[in-house]
């Protein structure tokens, strides 16, 4: 096992990691901005280095000075948490490079399932059900025509390179189709350096159903079964449950073996995400892999009982993973509500400011996720998510009750949070149901 682990993030993951170091006894190094300089989890690092101003690329993303704060203090290892360079293949190099481990996939893994083109071609050679599209990226117009004309209609361009829901354009015809295309690739590689696009149908309405896998360096995988994570907005996940409500057994676990599949296909090791979406059918079509940690993780842990931080620090020390597929049982439900410092009734402004009332519920089956104490100062510089709220109960329906309880202890001010919009969801008719789609709190918001 590793001696002592730098932490290259911040805010509520930072400590979610600092805690696994400190239960698997190693030590934990944070950096951290000067906007975050009296953040208290700092204080439960072994070591809190300043690496620069508040801005990420002077101080978060800035690979030199991760580095040498990394040196300074003489770690094995560092977690990457998610965000900043969590998928930065060029990173995960630096640290090899630098004989420092990166807790997370090889450069080699993280590379070929990040683009998307290539992601999607090692899915179809492992039997992960894909969209159906162009094979890999368009090399001219009428290729991309005559593709979408044989999957019919509306599809999407996305960039292969692309990220954080840009650099996609759906298409609902042929003339929109050869004028998007142009302009597609030219921003793609304006946004990311490679302009290479690709094609695939366009579903209209469909839940979004992810799988967490772990990986390890012995070329074993497992699936700690589903999530669904259809409660967005703008991209953005606000709520997430597992297991998914209403899907078909069979299905589910033919998907899950599917991608724990995949994972092994790219000789993966950590924690990883295979993003998919179900249709109306319980179809399901792959969207992408995240190589990393993700926000969500906790509703998986609740339900496993697995500690997957742990395990991303476990398996990255050359470990065995200590589970096998027959050992991973779901029991119960869990559900995670994203506490963002924003405004639910303007248009979900950010709020920064100081949080000087902060009253976390407590009871049975709640876990909260949070660096935030009374007296908080949250910065403007980074993503508003405060605290991840998770409850765990026997079933969907005391799970949401449980959560309802809990949302109505937590009392959080003079800044504004998402909770009111989380109490109002609770009590949603078609939320309770199970199995709203993607679009359906943006159209609920409207
Ligand atoms: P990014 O890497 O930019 O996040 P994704 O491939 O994960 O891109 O897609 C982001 C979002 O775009 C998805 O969560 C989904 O809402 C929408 N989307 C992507 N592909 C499709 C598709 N084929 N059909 C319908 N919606 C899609």
Same mark, same amino acid.
């Given at each position: 096992?590793? $001696?002592?682990?730098?932490?290259?993030?911040?805010?509520?993951?930072?400590?979610?990691?600092?805690?696994?170091?400190? /239960?698997?006894?190693?030590?934990?190094?944070?950096?951290?901005?000067?906007?975050?300089?009296?953040?208290?989890?700092?204080?439960? !690092?072994?070591?809190?280095?300043?690496?620069?101003?508040?801005?990420?690329?002077?101080?978060?993303?800035?690979?030199?000075?991760?580095?040498?704060? !990394?040196?300074? =203090?003489?770690?094995? !290892?560092?977690?990457?948490?998610?965000?900043?360079?969590?998928?930065?293949?060029?990173?995960?190099?630096?640290? $090899?490079?630098?004989?420092?481990?990166?807790?997370?996939?090889?450069?080699?893994?993280?590379?070929?399932?990040?683009?998307?083109?290539?992601?999607?071609?090692?899915?179809?050679?492992?039997?992960?059900?894909? &969209?159906?599209?162009?094979?890999?990226?368009?090399?001219?117009?009428?290729?991309?025509?005559?593709?979408?004309?044989?999957?019919?209609?509306?599809?999407?361009?996305?960039?292969?390179?692309?990220?954080? #829901?840009?650099?996609?354009?759906?298409?609902?015809?042929?003339?929109?189709?050869?004028?998007?295309?142009?302009?597609?690739?030219?921003?793609?590689? @304006? !946004?990311?350096?490679?302009?290479?696009? &690709?094609?695939?149908?366009?579903?209209?309405?469909?839940?979004?159903?992810?799988?967490?896998?772990?990986?390890?360096?012995? #070329?074993?995988?497992?699936?700690?079964? /589903?999530?669904?994570?259809?409660?967005?907005?703008?991209?953005?996940?606000?709520?997430?449950?597992?297991?998914?409500?209403?899907?078909?057994?069979?299905? $589910?676990?033919?998907?899950?073996?599917?991608?724990?599949? +995949?994972?092994?296909? @790219?000789?993966?090791?950590?924690?990883?995400?295979?993003?998919?979406?179900?249709?109306?059918?319980?179809?399901?079509?792959?969207?992408?892999?995240?190589?990393?940690?993700?926000? /969500?993780?906790?509703?998986?842990?609740?339900?496993?009982?697995?500690?997957?931080?742990?395990?991303?620090? +476990?398996? =990255?020390? #050359?470990?065995?993973?200590?589970?096998?597929?027959?050992?991973?049982?779901? $029991?119960?439900?869990?559900?995670?509500?994203?506490?963002?410092?924003?405004?639910?009734?303007?248009?979900?402004?950010?709020? =920064?400011?100081?949080?000087?009332?902060?009253?976390?519920?407590?009871?049975?089956?709640?876990?909260?996720?949070?660096?935030?104490?009374?007296?908080?100062?949250?910065?403007?510089?980074?993503?508003?998510?405060?605290?991840?709220?998770?409850?765990?109960?026997?079933?969907?329906?005391?799970?949401?009750?449980?959560?309802?309880?809990?949302?109505? /202890?937590?009392?959080?001010?003079?800044?504004?949070?998402?909770?009111?919009?989380?109490?109002?969801?609770?009590?949603?008719?078609?939320?309770?149901?199970? #199995?709203?789609?993607?679009?359906? +709190?943006?159209?609920?918001?409207?």
């Amino acid at each position: 096992m590793f $001696r002592r682990i730098l932490i290259a993030n911040r805010g509520e993951i930072a400590l979610r990691i600092i805690r696994a170091c400190r /239960e698997l006894g190693v030590e934990a190094v944070c950096v951290y901005s000067t906007a975050d300089k009296d953040a208290p989890y700092l204080k439960l !690092a072994d070591r809190a280095i300043c690496i620069g101003p508040p801005p990420a690329r002077e101080s978060y993303i800035n690979i030199p000075k991760i580095i040498a704060a !990394a040196e300074i =203090a003489d770690v094995d !290892a560092i977690h990457p948490g998610y965000g900043f360079l969590s998928e930065r293949a060029d990173f995960a190099q630096i640290c $090899r490079d630098c004989k420092i481990e990166f807790i997370g996939p090889s450069p080699e893994a993280m590379a070929k399932l990040g683009d998307k083109v290539e992601c999607k071609r090692t899915a179809k050679a492992a039997k992960v059900p894909i &969209f159906p599209g162009s094979e890999g990226a368009i090399e001219d117009e009428e290729e991309a025509v005559k593709v979408a004309s044989e999957i019919g209609y509306p599809v999407i361009i996305k960039a292969s390179a692309g990220g954080g #829901g840009r650099g996609m354009k759906v298409c609902h015809n042929e003339a929109t189709l050869r004028t998007n295309l142009r302009i597609a690739s030219q921003e793609a590689l @304006a !946004a990311f350096g490679n302009g290479a696009v &690709f094609i695939e149908k366009f579903l209209e309405h469909a839940r979004h159903v992810e799988v967490q896998v772990l990986g390890d360096k012995h #070329g074993h995988a497992i699936h700690l079964y /589903e999530r669904d994570c259809s409660t967005q907005r703008r991209h953005q996940k606000l709520i997430e449950e597992a297991p998914g409500p209403l899907i078909d057994r069979k299905r $589910r676990d033919a998907t899950c073996e599917a991608a724990a599949r +995949l994972i092994k296909a @790219a000789e993966y090791s950590g924690a990883a995400t295979v993003e998919f979406l179900m249709d109306g059918k319980q179809n399901f079509y792959m969207l992408e892999v995240n190589t990393r940690v993700q926000v /969500e993780h906790p509703v998986t842990e609740m339900i496993t009982g697995v500690d997957i931080v742990k395990m991303s620090i +476990l398996v =990255a020390s #050359g470990e065995p993973l200590p589970y096998k597929q027959k050992d991973i049982s779901i $029991r119960g439900h869990a559900m995670e509500c994203r506490i963002n410092a924003e405004d639910p009734d303007k248009n979900f402004m950010p709020c =920064a400011g100081r949080i000087t009332t902060f009253e976390p519920p407590g009871g049975p089956g709640v876990r909260l996720d949070t660096h935030v104490v009374t007296g908080y100062m949250v910065p403007p510089n980074y993503d508003s998510m405060i605290g991840k709220l998770i409850v765990h109960a026997d079933d969907r329906e005391q799970c949401m009750n449980r959560m309802a309880r809990a949302l109505r /202890e937590f009392n959080v001010g003079p800044i504004k949070t998402t909770i009111p919009l989380h109490q109002r969801l609770m009590e949603n008719a078609d939320f309770r149901k199970g #199995g709203v789609d993607i679009h359906y +709190l943006e159209r609920l918001l409207k």
